[in-house]
């Protein structure tokens, strides 16, 4: 056996049948005991050549046999044991040569080591305070001793002491050294293995959620359009309910997988940009009472709003998060307030800062639970399920708005949450848009729609109807080009994955054909991620829309394209 191989097998001495977390911390701490016990040996048998005195070198000796017992504490399983050993020798013998040799040594510096074996050896939050502690302490006994000098220092010559001096400094450096390289190439691996978890986690998200919104897509397409006949019509008077409870089920899952999607970005620090833009507050207010007003009706809850006929109509804001804080909210408020109960939104404003309180008739929230009312994950109980994602992304989102939110709760009273954001007062746009069911009819125009998926094609081309479109399809993108080629329609949806030629390549190529390039083309896609989306429009694509597709928005999308 060579010396690497011995070197190898001392470090691992231990760790053959730990688990990997707690064998990284034998390594550790054999590795440290092996610096220590090398340094000791030199230390020693240096001072003995250059001073001809044992007095330094039977204890160096005997703390590199000690320290020799902590590799073998390690060799029979005892980890623990042999960590607290460490730390104690270590401290005993700062003290101890602090004492006998005096002001020779720059023991503060050795803090500096203890502090970093501490954070490393230790797993527990209490070991590493109780370490810390120790050592502190340490350096303290060390300190009074030089100034009292409880124990007389051993008599050395000037020349004796340069000597011990310079053995003793380049070694207490090399152990601060070692600690630092050793802390850095640990903080090194766990970062590595975070953003390799932090990569592997934004791909799951982005999978699932594309795999999950397909068939999502199908299920809330045919929710709304099974609304808008059962308020249309009389005859489907008699599965009104049902209708209303699957949109109201359709809506909760896809509040669901937003929340997820949401706070993944915000992990991924990819939700920090502001995108403002004009749009009428009152409508966006009244758009989601509407919307949510459905899902209250299951419990018999009413939703008002209460804004003065004096605040002005249009602001400048994130309308994108705006809504989402809007949707956790109302969500939220109608997950938690009473039956036959009435939830209520206020808008005030003070100059520049507007206040949108959202307020239920549920029992409250208990004092304890609102410590942790922001916190992920840490979801209510309900008969809605949820994550515990709404009101943590809420949170964030008011805060990258310049924002805060506060609570208030009284048991049997209910809760009221309150958000205050710096909103700018904007002129009217010159177009704007009706109310949730109001379509604007495109009566004599053809739409394409490239989707692999055929529910998704029969989705969308329902909607494209109702919207008076001569719609055709095709189930790839050579089958869209050739047919864009053939009927050259007005306007064309393509799905950015598809097997074969992707949407971005089939984008790519409708605008490299004269015929075509100027034909306006909305990308239609279940991945809602950044990237994604500006892979699409920078390919070409005039929109993005992410599924479920919503009809409200497919059809101010739409008037925004044709209209340009």
Not at 73 to 87: C, D, E, G, R
Not at 126 to 135: C, E, L, R, Y
Not at 254 to 260: A, C, G, H, R, Y
Not at 545 to 552: E, F, G, R, V, Y
Request: aromatic fraction near 8%; include cysteine; glycine fraction near 6%.
């Amino acid at each position: 056996m060579n010396i690497r191989q011995l070197f190898h097998h001392v470090v691992n001495t231990g760790t053959f049948r730990q688990e990997e977390s707690l064998a990284k911390v034998t390594r550790m701490v054999n590795i440290f005991s092996i610096i220590t016990i090398t340094l000791c040996l030199l230390f020693g048998a240096l001072c003995y050549a250059g001073t001809g005195k044992t007095d330094l070198l039977v204890p160096a000796w005997t703390e590199a046999g000690l320290f020799l017992g902590v590799l073998l504490l390690n060799a029979v399983n005892k980890p623990v044991l042999a960590s607290i050993a460490f730390v104690a020798i270590n401290n005993i013998a700062i003290v101890y040569f602090s004492a006998v040799m005096g002001m020779l040594t720059e023991v503060h510096l050795l803090f500096l080591f203890l502090l970093g074996a501490s954070l490393m050896v230790f797993r527990s939050r209490a070991m590493v305070a109780a370490s810390i502690v120790v050592a502190t302490l340490s350096v303290i006994a060390c300190e009074i001793n030089y100034y009292y000098t409880f124990i007389t220092p051993m008599a050395m010559g000037h020349h004796q002491q340069f000597i011990i001096r310079w053995i003793t400094l380049p070694a207490i450096l090399l152990l601060d050294v070692a600690t630092i390289f050793l802390y850095v190439r640990k903080l090194k691996t766990l970062n590595t293995k975070l953003t390799k978890a932090t990569d592997e986690k934004t791909i799951f998200v982005r999978e699932t959620s594309h795999e999950i919104r397909n068939p999502l897509n199908a299920i809330y397409g045919i929710s709304q359009d099974l609304m808008m006949k059962v308020h249309k019509e009389d005859r489907y008077n008699d599965i009104r309910p049902e209708i209303e409870h699957l949109y109201s089920a359709t809506h909760n899952v896809l509040q669901i997988i937003n929340n997820v999607l949401a706070i993944s970005k915000i992990e991924d620090g990819a939700a920090h940009d502001i995108y403002p833009e004009v749009f009428n507050i009152r409508e966006l207010i009244s758009d989601k009472i509407i919307v949510y007003q459905y899902i209250a009706d299951l419990r018999g809850v009413k939703i008002r709003a209460d804004i003065p006929e004096d605040m002005p109509g249009y602001i400048l804001a994130d309308k994108g998060k705006l809504t989402q804080v809007l949707n956790n909210l109302l969500f939220n408020a109608i997950k938690f307030t009473r039956t036959n109960s009435v939830i209520s939104i206020d808008v005030l404003r003070e100059g520049t800062q507007w206040q949108f309180v959202v307020k239920d008739q549920g029992d409250g929230i208990a004092a304890a639970d609102l410590l942790t009312l922001f916190t992920p994950f840490k979801a209510g109980k309900s008969e809605f399920e949820g994550t515990g994602l709404g009101l943590p992304i809420t949170k964030k989102y008011v805060e990258m708005m310049g924002g805060k939110i506060s609570v208030t709760s009284l048991p049997g009273e209910g809760t009221t949450f309150i958000v205050r954001l710096p909103l700018a007062i904007a002129q009217a746009p010159t177009q704007t848009q009706g109310g949730w069911m109001e379509l604007t009819l495109h009566k004599g125009q053809k739409s394409l729609v490239i989707d692999d998926n055929e529910m998704s094609q029969l989705v969308l081309s329902n909607f494209l109807r109702r919207l008076g479109f001569a719609t055709i399809v095709a189930g790839s993108g050579a089958e869209g080009i050739n047919k864009a080629m053939d009927e050259k329609p007005d306007l064309i949806f393509i799905d950015s994955y598809m097997p074969g030629l992707s949407g971005k390549d089939t984008l790519q190529q409708l605008r490299d054909i004269p015929a075509l390039k100027n034909i306006p083309v909305i990308a239609v896609s279940g991945d809602a991620f950044q990237e994604s989306i500006d892979d699409m429009l920078g390919a070409g694509a005039r929109e993005y829309i992410s599924k479920p597709i919503d009809l409200k928005l497919l059809n101010s999308t739409v008037n925004k394209v044709l209209l340009r």
